[in-house]
């Protein structure tokens, strides 16, 4: 291409979180993403949702601006749910106060002029490791999250399913267990075992149990310090055999397994992929899971499954918002 002569086009991906927001330009070359610019900044940073789009909006402009000869096609924007898919609204997600049926395809399409397409992150990230990681290839594929929540995207007969209502892939607020740690707002749920705060939760719990034993926990000895336990020192310490650290991942591994048994048995999926903390801490999580699908779900189905950590690591936040720009259903 003549770099002087001729136009590229572009996407823009917009990513909303709730410790971040990013904007990336990319496109689609030989079955992949070529990323060619990226922005991104600290959500709390702006005082509103006005704010904030309209910095998002600077941004990609002056990407734009940046990567001289582009025209923008399409903008795609991954968020956390709730959403309203259909009239392009974000409904009040818990992570995001104050953004309460904010109009965002409205204010794109206005503000960029092109298409915008919204999916909440789940299915966002879906599309990515679909067409681009591990699920490249298949026609039915489950995404789940393990990050800060746990959730489902859905690829069923080479289609991203959303549900009737764009709600399909609630998969974190089934309740596995009567009693256990909190998530998804329901006692026992596969959130509550299989997230960064379940995690946490769960550790906070069987710390103090064993504190007010008289046992010693070395990485976390006191009863106060359980308030600032999370995901990762529970995975560092079970990484160095901390046996009481290994038992929260073996009991959170459990209980994954039984979420994916579920899920071979109802979807008959060709692959599962799982992104965030079971990439990262694969050895500690996978033998146990494996045990519970080898030991719940029907032969027939397992064995054409495979279950692998996600194939975009760092970048599938990126790779999600511009998948939903160039998704074509």
């Given at each position: 291409m003549d770099g002087l002569s001729l136009t590229r086009e572009v996407v823009a991906g917009i990513d909303i979180g709730g410790t971040k927001c990013s904007m990336v330009l990319g496109?689609?070359?030989?079955?992949?993403?070529?990323?060619?610019?990226?922005?991104?900044f600290l959500t709390d940073s702006c005082k509103s949702w006005e704010d904030t789009l309209n910095r998002i909006t600077?941004?990609?402009e002056e990407l734009l601006s940046e990567n001289g000869n582009c025209r923008l096609t399409a903008a795609g924007i991954s968020c956390g749910g709730p959403l309203d898919i259909e009239k392009g609204l974000i409904l009040t997600p818990p992570n995001l106060p104050g953004w309460d049926k904010v109009p965002i395809i409205k204010y794109f399409?206005?503000?960029?002029?092109?298409?915008?397409?919204?999916?909440?992150?789940?299915?966002?990230c879906a599309l990515a490791e679909w067409r681009y990681g591990a699920?490249?290839?298949?026609?039915?594929?489950?995404?789940?999250?393990?990050?800060?929540?746990?959730?489902a995207g859905l690829i069923l007969n080479g289609r991203l399913y959303s549900g009737t209502n764009g709600m399909a892939g609630e998969v974190g607020h089934i309740r596995m267990k009567k009693n256990g740690p909190l998530g998804h707002g329901k006692q026992g749920s596969l959130e509550g075992f299989c997230s960064g705060g379940g995690i946490a939760r769960l550790a906070k719990i069987k710390v103090l149990k064993k504190l007010k034993n008289g046992a010693n926990v070395e990485f976390c000895p006191t009863p106060?310090?359980?308030?600032?336990?999370d995901a990762k020192m529970v995975a560092e310490?079970?990484?160095k055999g901390d046996p009481t650290a290994k038992e929260i991942f073996t009991i959170s591994g459990h209980y994954l397994g039984m979420g994916l048994a579920l899920?071979?048995?109802?979807?008959?999926?060709e692959r599962i992929v799982i992104g965030s903390i079971f990439a990262r801490s694969y050895s500690l999580l996978w033998p146990e899971a494996k045990k519970a699908i080898m030991a719940e779900a029907l032969d027939i189905s397992r064995d054409v499954c495979k279950v692998l950590p996600s194939a975009l690591g760092d970048e599938i936040g990126d790779y999600a918002a511009l998948s939903v720009a160039l998704y074509e259903d």
């Amino acid at each position: 291409m003549d770099g002087l002569s001729l136009t590229r086009e572009v996407v823009a991906g917009i990513d909303i979180g709730g410790t971040k927001c990013s904007m990336v330009l990319g496109y689609e070359e030989n079955s992949g993403i070529k990323i060619i610019g990226k922005r991104s900044f600290l959500t709390d940073s702006c005082k509103s949702w006005e704010d904030t789009l309209n910095r998002i909006t600077f941004y990609i402009e002056e990407l734009l601006s940046e990567n001289g000869n582009c025209r923008l096609t399409a903008a795609g924007i991954s968020c956390g749910g709730p959403l309203d898919i259909e009239k392009g609204l974000i409904l009040t997600p818990p992570n995001l106060p104050g953004w309460d049926k904010v109009p965002i395809i409205k204010y794109f399409q206005k503000r960029l002029n092109v298409k915008t397409v919204l999916q909440n992150d789940a299915n966002a990230c879906a599309l990515a490791e679909w067409r681009y990681g591990a699920g490249k290839g298949c026609r039915n594929m489950v995404f789940l999250t393990f990050g800060t929540g746990f959730g489902a995207g859905l690829i069923l007969n080479g289609r991203l399913y959303s549900g009737t209502n764009g709600m399909a892939g609630e998969v974190g607020h089934i309740r596995m267990k009567k009693n256990g740690p909190l998530g998804h707002g329901k006692q026992g749920s596969l959130e509550g075992f299989c997230s960064g705060g379940g995690i946490a939760r769960l550790a906070k719990i069987k710390v103090l149990k064993k504190l007010k034993n008289g046992a010693n926990v070395e990485f976390c000895p006191t009863p106060e310090m359980t308030e600032s336990l999370d995901a990762k020192m529970v995975a560092e310490a079970a990484v160095k055999g901390d046996p009481t650290a290994k038992e929260i991942f073996t009991i959170s591994g459990h209980y994954l397994g039984m979420g994916l048994a579920l899920l071979i048995d109802i979807l008959n999926p060709e692959r599962i992929v799982i992104g965030s903390i079971f990439a990262r801490s694969y050895s500690l999580l996978w033998p146990e899971a494996k045990k519970a699908i080898m030991a719940e779900a029907l032969d027939i189905s397992r064995d054409v499954c495979k279950v692998l950590p996600s194939a975009l690591g760092d970048e599938i936040g990126d790779y999600a918002a511009l998948s939903v720009a160039l998704y074509e259903d």
